[in-house]
């Protein structure tokens, strides 16, 4: 079992950056492909991005593709988000998630693939 905090947001304006992080305790966290997934206000929560545990793969959707990175340092675990040119779009709750998986070059998009999550970090972007 993995315990997820996550941290970084704020109220930014348009254009600015954030990174948020994701601080794991417990099981050891290189065992985990790791994601951040986000809900709007009345909207359901989407996949953002997501990194393999070997962090050789990482996929993004496609809206936040060529602005936000994903990685992760397993020496320090935790997870990360960098997040530029940000949009009003953006404003949303950022929650990280883990999957325990045998496979080191592996992730998932799927929502209920995860089997851990965090309570997640308001990022809200003004225009």
């Known amino acids: 079992q993995v315990q997820l905090v996550e941290s970084g947001g704020g109220l930014v304006q348009g254009g600015d950056s954030l990174r948020l992080s994701c601080a794991a305790s417990g099981r050891a966290f290189s065992v985990y492909a790791m994601g951040w997934f986000r809900q709007a206000p009345g909207k359901g929560r989407e996949f953002v991005a997501a990194?393999?545990?070997?962090?050789?793969?990482?996929g993004y959707a496609d809206s936040v593709k060529g602005r936000f990175t994903i990685s992760r340092d397993n020496a320090k675990n935790t997870l990360y988000l960098q997040m530029n040119s940000l949009e009003p779009e953006d404003t949303a709750v950022y929650y990280c998630a883990a999957r325990a998986t045998s496979n080191s070059d592996t992730y998932t998009y799927s929502l209920s693939g995860y089997d851990y999550w965090g309570q997640g970090t308001q990022v809200t972007v003004s225009s």
């Open positions: 990194i393999s545990r070997s962090a050789g793969r990482t």
